[in-house]
């Protein structure tokens, strides 16, 4: 009797065990290094505060609530110059050459302006999540200034990305396929059936949805091209305007099918592609999940993303609760870009300064210039943010914030001295030079200051648990505490992950 | 098989899967020549750079991009230079300036990024590679240890033809990076990959930083402007006590698809200056003989103007290639504009791995077939 009983018993034990198991992990609380790992990767940085609060969440509720404070709107007002016409091209082409310098001048001191009211928004956002997602729209639709010249369309874009940056992408790629910035910054503006431009169909099938090689040809994007003639802008206003003169109306065969498309038809036939969903799910683990991506997990996500017809929040819950996320091989698996260094730091150190311009110059000098990626294919990220010179700025950077007050009157003759070599050296200094000298200028104004951090970290909280992702490299000087230990934190190696 | 050929190639067998990591030992001591790699960014238009002047069909196919006749430099009866480029025409008179026209390879490929990826990597069109057609040589055939480094990249972010090689760095001046690299510093090992990256470039900072020499000035005077500083730079690198294979300047903002001639004259006013004053500074620096400056770009431009005033991508382009011992002239062939392909772009008449193969194996005197992995016959641009 008792012979019998037990196989079932054993048996009710075992998938009692197995139903468990994978409950495990993801109903206990994600604990301090949890909560840590979450929100540097969802966010720039996080206070000690912030981390305990998260600490006694399990995965879903972690990741729930990030979702849940999603927001479609900036919270901080743009700058004023937004709210003005943007200048038509023609006038500017029209104005003397004086009047162009001062043109130039002004388009420069807002897009900077601009800059930092992000930086800003990313600093004390209540989402920090909504502008880590803004961020990476703008690198896969990546539009540059440079060339746009333009505030006030670039603050358009930048409003359409976090509209819909959980939101849809579907909605999206066809929202910034008619974005005037876009359509100026991939020529598409100027498009014309008697000769297409085919700069915005070859990146809108190699950059923003299928990927470079996956199964379209020079002729698909020829075809394509020929679609999104006519998408064009108003000369006066600068918003969308379909221009039907410039259109080419005649059939087209694009990626096998074929019929008189217009540029929203074949965006649909790349969006029925499933490489698109397959591409941007990469991408997007790339950003959140690790360098590596790995092909079953990003095609059971990317399945996810088509079930859910592009809808961004499913697939990011998805992400975000994966086993593959939470792994403990993936702490400090990732390279921080210079945002994340620069916004991470002030905001996990809480270095609150007046004005965010010499942070916007520091990332600049780093390598990543918010609203001027270097090429439509945004910033390759991951090991290529840094070499010498980048990591070099990175170190120079974090032994200014940290150097402490005490160190000032001494740290000043040095500069100065450092600013004379650079003097020197550079009789006519290039912008990057004067880029530079600004960046370091405006940086002695910022300073960490230990007595009142330190009052905002718990007694219970570990001060390297808070600041490094992955075990320091160099162990910290005997008895190191205080100030000089998180001199030796952020000095380390290990700080440059996330 | 023979027993020393067994072992041969059992000694080669290894390197196959890996040998962009394995590292020979690099000699402790000798030389090695300079090359300076000039990237045009963004597609540099060759038919611009060195004019078909005489060919009727370049001025029916750029309606609103031609170079005026006689804004041309004449070369030859065929041939002329962008009016921009005036500071070479010394050079080419002292037969140093190489011109190697239609520099492209087969089934091109349009976008930017594979385009350069291909050049930088020296791959096939289809074939996808992650080491620089440099690391690789390098790592066969490293320079002496006394060098600062196998390359250095003056002023921009990406490593190029020399993505993943031992010895390279980026720096944007040398006084500031010596002021920097104190704050770095050698440490140990890792399984994280993207902390061993960190380390490993902490480590070439620490070992070209005892090796560089910022001192230098010049009596040359260089152009203003970012290119010309980086001009300046890569002439203090030349002049450096201890070695450097490499050095690789950038000039960006050839992507000209709108407004093409005022924005090509400039840039090609800068290129010109800058290579002008390059060479002036080689010369003082005692450089000139043991250097060759080679440009690149990862494609040419459309023959046909678009309707914006601009180029379209496009393939095969000509480079320029200037040095002491550079044996001046035209090379490769003049552009065939009656035999486009079906997009509109040119045939191209010398595989860019025949330009590569001639500076390893002429400059360099390395494996140029190992190092490419293929056989591309080298050019005779080098005396």
Do not use: C
């Amino acid at each position: 009797m008792r012979a019998t009983n037990f196989p079932v018993v054993r048996g009710a034990l075992f998938s009692f065990a197995l139903l468990l198991a994978p409950l495990a992990a993801s109903a206990q609380a994600i604990g301090y290094d949890g909560a840590r790992h979450f929100l540097n990767r969802v966010g720039f940085g996080a206070t000690d505060a912030e981390v305990r609060e998260y600490a006694g969440l399990t995965r879903t509720q972690a990741v729930d609530r990030v979702l849940a404070g999603a927001r479609r709107e900036a919270t901080l007002p743009p700058p004023a110059f937004v709210e003005t016409p943007p200048l038509p091209f023609y006038k500017y082409r029209e104005m003397n050459e004086e009047d162009r310098k001062r043109q130039q001048r002004l388009t420069i001191e807002q897009g900077l302006q601009l800059r930092e009211w992000w930086l800003r928004e990313m600093l004390s956002s209540p989402s920090p999540f909504t502008e880590r997602m803004t961020l990476f729209w703008h690198n896969h639709f990546a539009t540059g200034q440079q060339k746009v010249r333009n505030g006030q369309l670039m603050h358009a874009q930048n409003a359409l990305l976090r509209r819909e940056a959980l939101g849809n992408f579907g909605t999206l790629l066809h929202a910034v396929a008619k974005d005037p910035a876009m359509l100026i910054y991939l020529d598409n503006a100027g498009s014309r059936r008697q000769a297409p431009n085919e700069n915005f169909a070859r990146e809108v099938m190699e950059l923003f949805t299928l990927g470079e090689g996956h199964g379209y040809g020079e002729r698909d994007i020829q075809e394509a091209a020929r679609a999104f003639t006519g998408w064009s802008l108003d000369r006066d206003t600068l918003k969308f305007m379909f221009r039907p003169a410039f259109h080419d109306g005649g059939e087209k065969t694009v990626l096998g099918r074929t019929g008189r498309f217009d540029g929203d038809e074949v965006l649909d036939i790349l969006l029925a592609r499933p490489e698109a969903a397959e591409f941007v799910t990469t991408k997007l683990w790339k950003e959140f999940v690790s360098p590596t991506p790995d092909g079953s997990e990003v095609k059971r996500l990317a399945a996810v993303f088509r079930d859910k017809r592009y809808e961004v929040k499913p697939l990011m819950r998805a992400m975000l609760a994966s086993d593959a996320f939470w792994a403990p091989e993936q702490r400090g698996a990732l390279i921080k870009s210079p945002l994340d260094l620069v916004v991470g730091t002030l905001r996990t150190f809480e270095i609150r300064p007046a004005s965010l311009r010499p942070a916007v110059l520091a990332s600049t000098v780093l390598g990543q210039n918010p609203m001027s990626p270097p090429n439509v294919k945004g910033w390759p990220g991951g090991e290529a943010w840094i070499n010498s010179a980048t990591l070099l700025g990175r170190k120079q950077l974090l032994d200014r914030l940290f150097r402490g007050t005490d160190a000032m009157p001494e740290a000043a003759p040095m500069m100065a001295a450092a600013a004379v070599d650079d003097a020197k050296a550079e009789a006519t200094p290039t912008p990057e030079a004067r880029l530079r000298r600004a960046m370091e200028r405006g940086m002695q104004t910022y300073a960490f200051d230990w007595d009142r951090w330190s009052r905002t970290v718990d007694r219970s909280s570990s001060v390297e648990s808070l600041a490094l992702a992955a075990p320091a490299v160099n162990a910290a000087p005997e008895g190191a505490q205080g100030l000089e230990l998180v001199r030796h934190l952020v000095s380390d190696p290990a700080y440059q992950l996330k | 098989m023979k027993r020393r050929d067994f072992l041969r190639y059992s000694a080669a067998v290894p390197l196959l899967g890996t040998w962009g990591s394995v590292a020979f030992a690099a000699p402790a001591g000798g030389t090695r020549n300079l090359l300076v790699l000039v990237e045009l960014k963004g597609g540099n238009d060759g038919l611009n750079t060195v004019v078909p002047y005489a060919d009727p069909a370049y001025r029916r196919l750029r309606a609103r991009t031609a170079i005026e006749r006689d804004a041309v430099l004449q070369l030859t009866p065929d041939a002329g230079l962008n009016p921009g480029l005036e500071k070479l025409m010394p050079v080419w008179s002292a037969k140093q300036l190489a011109i190697v026209q239609g520099l492209g390879y087969p089934q091109p490929n349009l976008s930017h990024f594979r385009s350069i990826e291909i050049w930088d990597t020296a791959s096939k069109s289809e074939e996808y590679l992650d080491d620089g057609w440099l690391a690789r040589a390098f790592a066969r055939s490293p320079s002496p240890a006394s060098f600062a480094a196998d390359g250095v990249v003056v002023g921009a972010a990406d490593m190029g033809p020399l993505n993943g090689a031992g010895r390279a760095i980026a720096l944007t001046n040398p006084e500031q990076f010596l002021r920097n690299a104190r704050l770095a510093r050698d440490a140990g090992a890792t399984k994280n990959a993207s902390l061993a990256h960190i380390l490993r470039v902490e480590r070439e900072i620490v070992q070209s930083a005892e090796k560089l020499d910022a001192g230098r000035r010049f009596e040359t005077a260089f152009p203003t402007g970012p290119f010309g500083n980086a001009i300046r730079t890569a002439a203090q690198l030349a002049a450096n006590p201890a070695g450097i294979a490499v050095i690789r300047v950038t000039l960006g903002g050839f992507d000209t698809h709108a407004n093409q001639l005022g924005t090509h004259a400039n840039l090609m006013r800068q290129l010109g200056e800058g290579l002008g004053a390059l060479r002036e500074a080689l010369i003082e620096a005692g450089r000139w003989e043991t250097t060759v400056v080679a440009t690149y770009s990862e494609f040419g431009r459309r023959p046909a103007s678009n309707q914006s005033g601009g180029t379209d991508h496009g393939t095969a382009s000509a480079h320029l290639v200037m040095g002491g011992k550079v044996r001046g002239g035209l090379y490769g062939a003049a552009p065939k504009l009656d035999r486009l392909d079906g997009n509109g772009n040119l045939p191209f008449a010398v595989d860019f791995r025949s330009y590569y193969a001639t500076i390893l194996d002429r400059w360099w005197g390395m494996d140029a077939n190992a190092a490419l992995q293929g056989r591309f016959p080298t050019l005779e641009f080098l005396v």
